[in-house]
Structures are given as structure tokens and as C-alpha cells.
Nanobody, 122 residues
Framework: QVQLEESGGGLVQAGGSLRLSCAASGRTFSGYVMGWFRQAPGKEREFVAAISWSGGRTAYTESLKGRFTISRDNAKNTVYLQINTLKPEDTAVYFC???????????????WGQGTQVTVSS
């Protein structure tokens, strides 16, 4: 069992930046692929990024590349999502998830956090 807790969300003006964190506890964090997803009101959960257990491989939704950066610190059992040049359409609840393979499909991830709200004002 892995417990995940996101933090770092908030209300930000368009053009600003945020760094989301996801702290893991429980089973060995370093053995899992970690992903970030987001879900806006009335929309389906959307893949944002994922990172391999070593951090050596990452994957992003193409439209978000360049503004979003995923990273991890296995010593701190934490995965991060840096978001730059925020846009109002980035407004969503952001979730981190742990799984066994890099995938854009939410059902591939076994453990989920409760999410952190990001709201971008124009």
C-alpha cells in the first residue's frame, strides 16, 4: 500500500508558476512509476506527465510539454510537478498516482492521492 498526499496548489494569476508536490509513504516509493493527472469541472481526468522509478524517463501530454516538468526525489519520497506560464485552462484538481509502468491511462495507476486544487485567474 502506498499513501500519496499532494500539496502546493492554490490561486495564481495567469502567467505565474506553481510547484506541486506529492509525498508518498508506505511501500517503497522508488519502485513505482509516478504520474500526474488533472481533472477540470465537467471534464474527464487528463494525463499530464509521468516519470520512471529512476527519474531517467519522462512522458508528457504533447500539448503541455515545455510548460510542465515532472521530477522526483526518491530520498524524500516525493514527486514534483513544476508548472510555468499558467493559463486559466490549467484550472483543475491535480492528482498524483503511483503505478508500475509509464502510461497515459489513469486506470494503469494503482494508488492515488486526494488531489490539490489549482485555480488560475485571468
Amino acid at each position: 500500500q502506498v499513501q500519496l498526499e499532494e500539496s502546493g496548489g492554490g490561486l495564481v494569476q495567469a502567467g505565474g508558476s506553481l510547484r506541486l508536490s506529492c509525498a508518498a509513504s508506505g511501500r517503497t516509493f522508488s519502485g513505482y512509476v509516478m504520474g500526474w493527472f488533472r481533472q477540470a469541472p465537467g471534464k474527464e481526468r487528463e494525463f499530464v506527465a509521468a516519470i520512471s522509478w529512476s527519474g531517467g524517463r519522462t512522458a508528457y501530454t504533447e500539448s503541455l510539454k515545455g510548460r510542465f516538468t515532472i521530477s522526483r526525489d526518491n530520498a524524500k519520497n516525493t514527486v514534483y510537478l513544476q508548472i510555468n506560464t499558467l493559463k486559466p485552462e490549467d484550472t483543475a484538481v491535480y492528482f498524483c498516482a503511483a503505478g508500475e509502468a509509464i502510461s497515459a491511462s489513469w486506470w494503469s495507476y494503482k494508488y492515488w492521492g486526494q488531489g490539490t486544487q489549482v485555480t488560475v485567474s485571468s
